[in-house]
């Protein structure tokens, strides 16, 4: 049973910097895919940024030069810097990972993006 999860989320002011982590169980490189996704109140969960299992990156247009996705094989853990942020980047973030066709989803992590 893949088992993800999420930290690193919290209150920063516009402008900050937070880092938020997904710890997986098992090997993470056995994954093809792994994404970031976000789900911010009365609104869709949408696709923030992917990481395939060679090394290609996708970040989303409205991420795209402030945050970046990043893996540590050696510590099972996928990684989302996010700089300069905004207050539409309150949301709750979650971590997803794909093998042999399933689905992974990690219970999410909280950011909150406000002065």
């Known amino acids: 049973q893949v088992q993800l999860v999420e930290s690193g989320g919290g209150l920063v002011q516009p402008g900050g910097s937070l880092r938020l982590s997904c710890a997986a169980s098992?090997?993470?490189?056995?994954?093809?895919?792994m994404n970031w996704y976000r789900q911010a109140p009365g609104k869709q969960r949408e696709l923030v940024a992917t990481l395939t299992r060679g090394g290609s990156t996708y970040h989303a247009i409205s991420v795209r030069g402030r945050f970046t996705i990043s893996r540590d094989n050696a510590k099972n853990t996928l990684y989302l810097q996010m700089n300069s942020l905004k207050p539409e980047d309150t949301a709750v973030y979650y971590c997803?990972?794909?093998?042999?066709?399933?689905?992974?989803w990690g219970n999410g992590t909280l950011v909150i993006v406000s002065s």
């Open positions: 098992g090997t993470i490189f056995s994954f093809n895919v």
């Open positions: 997803r990972a794909n093998r042999d066709g399933m689905s992974y």
